[in-house]
């Protein structure tokens, strides 16, 4: 953990400390934006935005939380469009729009439950937290194929594929946050020696 004096008074409700916590919105952006862009060109239509959200609203605020998201749908969607060619019409764009809400809900509930659990065992709280955050999120998508189709892709087998998956995800940010804390110390230790 961070020294007290290193966290601003609202720190100690967050569950992930990678960086001093001025630097926290710009670390979980750099995070969750290259993630993204990795994840984005690996897997297309697979991105793990529930990971995504849990890992921001585990470190920032809700507002700053939501910015960060916001900022990974977009180099989704640039990626997506830019670089994957996804097709320019009515329907492709509408599905951009929805995941991006749907990203947005699932950090809003990742954040209002870590809010409401309470401190301590982290690793559970954060598996609980990423149930909540991937059934909100699959709860917007599925809410939308009414309207746009797809239905296809909510079978069980295809929901826990995306699951499991997001959960290697979740897995993989958040250690390399427990890498960062552990990392900056050292990074402090030798610019106060040089």
Known sequence: MMPAEMLSPDAHRFRLHPVASRFAPMFCLALLTASCALASLALACATPFAAFAVVAAAMLPLR?????????WLVNQSIGFGVLHYPVD?????????IGAAALMATAASSALLRALPQGRTPLILAVTLVAAYATYEFVL?????????????????VTRLGLLSAIWLAGLVAVCEIAR??????RKGAMSA
């Open 64 to 72: 700053s939380a939501l910015l960060v998201v916001t900022g990974a």
């Open 90 to 98: 009515g329907s492709t764009l509408a599905w951009g729009f929805v």
């Open 142 to 158: 599925l809410a939308a194929t009414p309207f746009l189709g797809g239905e296809g892709a909510f079978s069980a087998a295809i």
């Open 182 to 187: 552990l990392a900056a110390p050292l990074g």
